[in-house]
């Protein structure tokens, strides 16, 4: 049973920047696609950014959102994935969750809560 465990939530001021973590557990496996979602207050989980499998050239997929502030990132060595969140607004704030492809299963993380204030 593979399962994600994410750390590097936490409260920041509005300005800053957070890095996120997810990594995978056990070995052996093929990760195909990672990425990350969140779930603010009161709404519906969205998509905010994915990678792509390594062997297939590891490219990358952002919303709009999030263009040009937050950048992710795997290291297939260590089967985590990043999302380092730069110029953080107070929209930005909500739980997040990792997402892998795992030998062709899904998986989610529990979530990490992140809180930007103004």
């Known amino acids: 049973q593979v399962q994600l465990v994410e750390s590097g939530g936490g409260l920041m001021q509005a300005g800053g920047s957070l890095r996120l973590s997810c990594a995978a557990s056990?070995?052996?496996?093929?990760?195909?696609?990672m990425g990350w979602y969140r779930q603010a207050p009161g709404k519906q989980r969205e998509f905010i950014a994915l990678?792509?499998?390594?062997?297939?050239?590891?490219?990358?997929n952002y919303a709009d959102s999030v263009k040009g502030r937050f950048t992710i990132s795997r290291d297939d060595a260590k089967n985590t994935v990043y999302l380092q969140m730069n110029s953080l607004k107070p929209e930005d704030t909500g739980v997040y969750f990792c997402?892998?492809?795992?030998?062709?299963?899904?998986?989610w993380g529990q979530g990490t809560q992140v809180t930007v204030s103004s």
């Open positions: 997402y892998m492809i795992v030998n062709f299963q899904h998986y």
């Open positions: 990678v792509a499998s390594t062997t297939t050239g590891g490219s990358t």
């Open positions: 056990g070995s052996g496996f093929n990760i195909r696609a």
